[in-house]
């Protein structure tokens, strides 16, 4: 492919290509395949606007290219580049504090006895309701500005803690406003059954008939989430809002089995769910079904293990049986207050059993193929040039470190955002 036209070149790199044969996966990556890197040990990356137009095994004994006139020029020096982390769950939108519920925590309070009492969810959504989108946008923007500082190009943000039509479309408005002040990739999710309001009769009718509705005419084809779990949304009521939501031509995701396990796993089957995350309770045989899902994603979120009881999806049965799994940093105001995929990748693999090759598929190419963006998650010629270089010339530092981030270069959109 031609040089000419290039706005940004990075020489020299060992670059992770995370695409067999130069060509990214169209299919989830599974089993034994999700452990291959497909790696150049020394390439140059040639970017034109927003997109990878080449990418260039350098020989040995190659001599150094001249320089292009007009484009910008990084060595990479031997350093790792490697796809943008993809940040497939998060709750990063959000108003309000819960240290006071930390310290509850910390004294050995159960978290679903904190939801009962109005704290944990409710707490946050009295915060949501109380707040502007303005507001809500400006508390939003540094911790996404700080997410693609740590490497995560593209990220998924998930209202529920409006719990009203009004509200619920409030923070969805708030992360679409964001996207314009925002140098990477926001796809947002509407989690319309986080929690069950109590206050309002009928509740999770309203949602049904009313709030669904409305948020799908304004977004339409917007991913729709619930939280199933004992004291927040149950099985059949969850069916209920999904049904409802594929008709509307929604794809649907759900948070299962976190605490409890509750039957989730084969209903989401059922209904085709893009993705089942959390897991942390799942039976084996359950995870045995999700893992012969042909295009169902597990979502394993190990912030919520470190930050509150020590518990992690047992996943590695579910790799081995040919699962299809991301990694996300569930970042929210509670549960798991860490925006850092880096931090993501090292719990991974010191609690989920995955190696560091496993983790970085798991952070990058599968995830961005859940949210539907088949243009990223890879190092090919074609893909949206959503780039980290690392620190290290060895991509398994990126497992390794934790503490501080391994990450030194970001590029979003064929633009570097971070030096």
Known sequence: MSEAGATLVIRNARVVTVAKDGRAAVKPIRGEDAGELH????????????????????????RPRPALA??????????????????????????????????????????????????????TVRAVRAASVQELTDALLPRLHEMLALGSTTIEVKSGYGLTTADELKMLHAVR????????????????????DDEQPGFVGRVVRETLPAVVA???????????????????????????????????????????????????LHLEARS???????????????????????????????????????????????GALCIASNLNPGSAPCGSMPMIIALAVRHLGLSPQEAIVAATRNPALLLGLIDRGAVAPGLRADLIMLKDRDERAIGFEFGSSPVGTVIAGGRVVRA
């Not at 108003?95 to 409710?122: F, T």
């Not at 406003?177 to 069950?196: C, E, K, N, S």
């Not at 899902?293 to 020590?310: I, K, S």
Request: glycine residues 10%.
């Open 39 to 62: 790696i150049l040990e020394r390439a140059d990356i040639y970017v034109t606007a927003d997109r990878i137009t080449d990418v260039r095994k350098i020989a040995a004994n190659a």
């Open 70 to 123: 007009g484009a910008q020029e990084i060595d990479a020096a031997g350093r790792v580049v490697m796809p943008g982390l993809v940040d497939c769950h998060t709750h990063a939108c959000w108003a309000g504090s819960r240290l006071d519920e930390w310290d509850q925590k910390r004294r050995g309070v159960p978290y679903l006895k904190i939801l009962k009492l109005g704290g944990g969810i409710m707490a």
């Open 177 to 196: 406003d964001a996207q314009r002040h925002f140098a990477g990739t926001l796809v947002p999710t509407a989690l319309l059954g986080h929690a069950i």
């Open 218 to 268: 304004e977004f339409p084809a917007i991913a729709v989430d619930a939280y199933c779990e004992q004291g927040a949304w149950s099985v059949e009521q969850c069916v209920k809002l999904f049904s409802r939501a594929r008709e509307l031509g929604c794809p649907v995701r759900v948070h299962a089995d976190q605490f409890n396990s509750l039957g989730m796993i084969p209903a989401a």
């Open 276 to 322: 089942v995350d959390h897991l942390e309770a799942s039976k084996k045989d359950e995870l045995a079904l999700l893992a012969k899902a042909p295009g169902t994603f597990a979502v394993a979120l190990p912030a919520c293990g470190f930050h509150m009881d020590g518990r992690y999806a047992r996943v590695r049965g579910y790799t081995q049986q040919g």
